[in-house]
């Protein structure tokens, strides 16, 4: 259908819309250490993109999120803790930032409600078959599977 | 379980659950106004921070924070790339003839041929603007868009931060009533 | 004339549905066989009315019908046909019509299929049914009418769907979910009518719950293909998010599995009725909380529909009314409801009990996590609570769970002897723990979740084949054996077994995935998790709607090519929008997944890549369709039709 130098044509017209676009896709960190190259990919999950709809910076393609992944990038490789990076972050774009809500006072509620919700059910229960439980008897009854 | 605990358990609950749903309806409803994408700025109440970027026109001139000293600064992120950048730049026409502040540009992630261009079309209305090429300063500002204006105090603590497009109504009603305050401060 | 014809209907099922909410529950109360035989055929007509106002839609997008602003905004004509009748449903109004249509079909099921029922049970269920969908249809006619025209001035052509929504999954994954979200409305129904009536027992528990398996299973496979959809479309290879929208359909499924299990206590043990009730209401609840956060824009996610506050406050009336009823009605009827602690600790009624705590407990982590940045909020608070929260929290109930899922199938209601169980116990436990502790040892690495998640899957499966040889001991040859193995005893078997399934793949793929994002170019090679990656080509071509960039990827083995793989960057034309495809080859024990970054050169030969390796992925989701296919299959067993000998009470008591 199309002669060939129109195809490249559009091939290069294409590919010259791929490359000016600004929202780059993969980005490419090249790490000599394997551990390094872990705590990046944890690090870039944990931390939010600030501006995205509920996206991570691994998953994210915004600039921003390409500029914070890059600063993780020359953190971990100057030699930072996990602690001090997270800090970082925080510091500049607050707790918004990170997924993983810190362990602290002010996140004391948020993490110990589910276990709280948990055991005050479950005392509930305890409390209601000890004072109920005189009305059953421990026969064996016929054996009935479903 | 006594019966007078049990009576009191028995009213209790209906009472409890009542007011939780009424409270939840409540909070609800309020939330749904919320805008979600604003982020507060954690500058508030904290001083400038330190930085060294070169002038958008000449490459050689180097700015800090210590040309902020002893000035009420205004501090406006903006970028050729920014649609409604267009729409504000206009307002500073006016804002910056403003005796009591010094509107200072952060050109945010461009290149230099189309920051330049945009100030030559729009005019230029800062005292200074500098080419945050990298976007490492915005980030020392928490900067997650654009435009975002940062008003600083004489003393180099950032007051307010400011989202979006600051038109007269905004520059009046917010800055100059903080401008204001700054004043009587000194 | 479609869209004023679609539209009108819409109003008489408005109307259709005030009738059916008001008259046959009348006659409840007033004892008119008149009224309520209205029941039935008002149900039939609701059901016709929306399938035609449905139909006229989808006609309105087969005919590029752009004059219709719902259409304009999410379709184009150059969009392939079996993706203009998906569009329907892509976006708020029309996946909201689709949300009633299929509540009118569960509403239709119920109607015929539920003609052996008390007329009076029979008629209130309906009725209460009716004001389900009253509402719903008011919140479609009022706030989001799919209908609108653009006229006087349309677009020539349409926006265009979005192209990621232009996919197999679109078809599929949202009519499934809804058919679960609507049909715990069923269930629910049920519980009011019970609890208006005054009586709710056994054989309340038992018409219940055949309906209640059925939307528990369409909800299972439901947000497995939201799963499935988002890892293989939107590019980056996760299957799980804990995003809010998911998190959002993972609530009624909670709790929808805990009423599915207390269900079988009311119905066998005429027990547990303050919880079934209680859940029964909770569940539907928690679909329409769902429904609200996502609609109404109170919820940051990369699924949330267009915000809108007028229907956010809408949706937020409606819910407030169904659980404000719901309470109220409970509150005063339920309460005196005492159950009695008639079984010992070790019995089967005990074990689901610990089954529903346990439920409950996760419903309660996703539901405060979710909700927890939106109260912070309101405290001046602005934080997140993502992935891993309840990475950190879900697993521990799941995994108690799991060790109850082996055991309480094998025991007896009311009192189980476990002197004789105990041995087997051990046995199972010993067998599953060398089993794991070799497997582990067999990866290299000891990651103490996939030993744990794996002595449970052999743990749930090695019991439940003892199991099916206990039912089956007795059988005389193969033929008897098979017999024993009633149809509610095989769907429970099969979805335990896909709970095993599903830890199994859980655990590997959260372990032993490798993920590389590698710039490469053609003729380069790179080895990934045991695999070799070599790039071969790229070229350009046209379809239907898009522009397509293909590179060619060769795979290796152990030096044996065994395949190739072919990513895609499309550039689709209407909505100018560049869309990642994928390549990816499944097979049941590894996906390998390739996917194109950017182009780093101008002749596109050199890219940013993202290879995968991920192992056990696609037993996540088999362990889901066989959590489904055994709901489905425990539903066709024959205690469910003998209902008909409960007496066909008449209205002239």
Known sequence: MFSFSMKKLISILFLICFSSISDADIQVFDFNDETLEKRFSHLTVILRCPKCQNQNLSDSNSILSQDLKQIVYEKLNSGESDKQILFFMKQRYGEFILFDPELNRDNAFLWSAPLIFLLLILFGFIYWYKNNRNNFTRNISESDNV | MGNESQKMMNKLTPILSISIFVVAFIFFYWLIGEDKTELPSQLIGRSTPAFKVADVYDSSIIHTEKEFEGKIILVNVWASWCPSCYNEHPYWKQHSKNKDITLVGLNYRDTKEKALEFLHQQGDFYQWTLFDEKGRLGIEFGVYGAPETYLIDNKGKVRYRHVGIVNTKVFNEIILPLVEKIKQES | MHAEFGHYLLYLALFLSI????????????KQDVFVATAKPLTLLFFSALLASFTCLAYAFIIDDFTI??????????LPDRFKISAVWGAHEGSLLLW???????MFAVAFLGTNLPKLNYARVLSVLGMIACGFVSFLLITSNPFERTLPFFPIDGTDLNPLLQDFGLIIHPPMLYMGYVGFAVSFAFAISALIEGEWNATWA???????????????????????????????????MWDPSENASLLPWLSGTALMHSLAVTDKRDSFKGWTLALSLTTFSLSILG?????????????????????????????????????????????????????SETSKDMFLLMNNILF?????????????????EAFGRKLSVGAPYFDMLFPYPVAVLAILVGIGPLLNWKHHDFSKLKMILLKVGAVSLVISLLAVWFTGTFYG????????????????????????????????KVKKIKAAFLGMTIAHLGVAVMIVGVVMTSYYSVEKDLRMTVGDVQEIGGYRFEMLSSQVSSKENYQSTTVTFKVFKDNE????????KRYYLAGKQLMTEAAIDYTLFRDLYLALGESLDNAGETWSVRIYVKPFIRWIWLGAIFMGFGGIISITDKRYKNLKSTSNKSVGM
């Open chain 3, 100 to 106: 009633v249509l299929i509540l009118s079909g569960w």
């Open chain 3, 206 to 240: 038992r018409w219940t719950r055949p309906w209640t398996i059925a939307a528990w299973s369409c909800l299972t496979l439901g947000v497995m293909l939201g799963s499935w959809w988002a890892y293989y479309e939107l590019g980056w290879g996760g299957w799980w």
């Open chain 3, 360 to 376: 409950i407990s996760l419903t309660f982590i996703v539901f405060f996590g979710t909700l927890y940045p939106m109260f912070a």
């Open chain 3, 19 to 30: 009738a059916l909410s008001v008259f046959p529950m009348l006659g409840t109360f007033t």
């Open chain 3, 291 to 343: 429904t609200f956060l996502i609609r109404s824009g109170t919820l940051t996610s990369v699924h949330s529909f267009a915000n809108d506050p007028e229907r956010g406050r809408f949706l937020l009336i409606f819910l407030a009314i169904v659980v404000g009823a719901a309470l109220l009605l409970f509150s005063f009827r339920a309460s005196k409801v005492k159950t009695k602690a008639d079984f």
């Open chain 3, 449 to 480: 979740w996939v030993f744990v998640g794996l002595f449970l899957a052999l743990w749930i499966s090695l019991l439940s084949l003892y199991n099916v040889s206990k039912i089956t001991r007795h059988g005389k040859n193969w033929l008897d």
């Open chain 3, 69 to 78: 602003k719902y259409v304009a905004q999410h379709s184009n004509s150059l």
């Open chain 3, 561 to 568: 090519m065994i395949l190739i793989m072919k990513p895609e």
